[in-house]
């Protein structure tokens, strides 16, 4: 096995916490260290490490891990780890489908994620104008209730605000990844891509009627599979942004965004401009076939493998534009591929491909268990095209959410190794971010604690 160079930090500290990879930011690293921690980055240039590769940055004695979502975390690394002396691991993930947390209970080790949360303080302006006199609920409340209101009595307007309430706390995920959607589908809709290569080649030498006719998305409809917090949002991004039309579909229906479009439609109509609809779709199908343009947002199991394939891809619009920044294998790439060689204004935005995380699905399990490698690697011609916008799995890369995801991996781990309880609601993590505060005494997620008997901490009053 290779011997890695690391970067120490706090090199007299009692824990002897591993870092696979350098993270963005400085608040995890004193998180660690004023937990008493030692702290060893890898430096390594390689991208992806490999299982002997992190078994040897473990080493002897080690007390706690902070991976990444490219390494496989099975048998082997745990039981390294435990026999190491090590009780703590954490992925800088919200997902955790490359770590087998069958074999982390085998070995009592606890296993973090980064399920980072940020309250939205932004209201729309628009919504400004829909807020009672003299009432203290926010325009955005106000607006969803006066839409809410026309068709329910009171006992469904409470549950309505309670999933206002709810949604008002969104995961700064949800927002980053949302807003890599809401890119992707720009940029393939109008082309940017191939136009910026374009320029860059020299090759512009003049205005041309046709030079790179792209889409308008203004008053077109977009389509949603999948209308969880991520889907919502890439909706609400486009409703507000480009006035466009809503069709979803979920196996759950989204009052939520329901009301949210309705209640921009209104507003719309009483500015005496064309209002927004929405439609729940009976099928998957139904919303190929009516949308201009199509995000997925589903999660990846056995009934959303391929759920992207030749005959559904043959239902859409010729010039619809298909986005997918949630799994790769949704989408059959193969097939994919051979639709854009063959429809050539029909156009993508990728930034998850299929060869990475075909290889998880499991004939015994329903769901992910387990990461391959592979993931740079598109299927052969894909990045040969124009029509297809592909991008290196950046949907969390914005500075303040990666930041956050490096602290709470740090967090989960020092707290462990501190023997603090696990927070009481690893969806609401704010409290762990403050860098003007101290953290609170908690581990911010373990996806195992109930496993392990690991104590909760009780909930607070207010944060």
């Known amino acids: 096995m290779a011997a890695y160079s690391v970067q120490v930090f706090n090199a007299g500290g009692k824990f002897r916490v591993v870092s696979t990879k350098p993270m963005p930011g400085n608040q995890w690293i004193q998180a660690l260290v004023n937990a008493g921690c030692r702290v060893e980055v890898c430096t390594s240039q390689k991208t992806i490490l490999s299982v002997e590769d992190i078994l040897s940055l473990i080493g002897s004695r080690c007390d706690g891990v902070i991976g990444q979502l490219t390494e496989e975390w099975g048998e082997t690394l745990f039981s390294a780890l435990k026999k190491a002396g090590g009780h703590a691991f954490s992925n800088m ?32 302006s628009w919504a400004e104008s829909f807020r009672p006199a ?12 006066k839409s809410a209101l026309k068709e329910a009595e009171s006992e469904t307007s409470q549950r309505i605000e309670m999933t206002v309430d709810s949604c008002n706390l969104r995961g700064v995920l949800t927002e980053t990844t949302a807003e890599l959607a809401a890119a ?55 409703v507000e942004g480009f006035k ?15 009301n949210f479009v309705t209640a921009y439609g209104n507003f719309l109509k009483s500015q005496g401009e064309t209002p927004v609809t929405w439609k729940r779709a009976s099928s998957a199908e139904e919303v190929l076939r009516e949308a201009d343009v199509v995000s997925l947002h589903p999660v990846l199991d056995k009934t959303t493998y391929h759920l992207i394939n030749k005959e559904r891809l043959s239902m859409m619009k010729k010039e619809a534009v298909l986005v997918n920044a949630s799994r790769g ?3 059959d790439e193969v097939a994919l591929v051979e639709h854009l060689k063959v429809n ?52 969390s ?31 609401m993590v704010l409290p762990f971010l403050d860098e003007n505060s101290p953290a609170p005494k908690a581990c911010p997620s373990i996806v195992n604690a109930k496993v392990l008997g690991l104590q909760v901490a009780a909930p607070v009053s207010k944060m």
């Open 93 to 124: 993930a919200v997902g955790y489908n490359n770590v087998d947390v069958e074999a982390a209970n085998k070995h009592g080790i606890a296993v973090g994620n980064t399920p980072v949360t940020k309250c939205l303080s932004h209201v729309p």
């Open 134 to 145: 003299g009432s203290s609920i926010s325009p955005l409340n106000a607006v969803l209730h």
């Open 184 to 238: 992707l589908t720009l940029s393939a809709a109008r082309r940017v891509v191939e136009a910026d290569d374009f320029m860059r080649a020299g090759k512009y030498d003049g205005w041309l009627p046709n030079l790179f006719v792209g889409n308008l998305l203004k008053g077109q409809t977009v389509g949603i599979i999948g209308a969880g917090r991520i889907g919502s949002a890439y909706a609400r991004m486009m």
């Open 244 to 258: 466009m039309n809503v069709i979803y579909y979920d196996l759950y229906q989204s009052k939520f965004l329901e």
């Open 329 to 331: 294998p949704v989408i």
């Open 344 to 395: 050539p204004m029909f156009r993508v935005g990728l930034d998850v491909f299929e060869a990475w995380e075909s290889q998880c699905l499991r004939a015994d399990s329903p769901t992910l268990v387990m990461i391959t490698q592979d993931e740079p690697y598109m299927k052969p011609g894909l990045g040969e095209l124009p029509n297809a916008v592909v991008v290196p799995h950046i949907a």
């Open 397 to 427: 890369a914005s500075k303040w959410t990666r930041e956050g995801m490096a602290t709470l991996a740090a967090l989960n781990v020092a707290g462990k190794l501190q023997g603090f309880p696990v927070w009481h609601n690893s969806n």
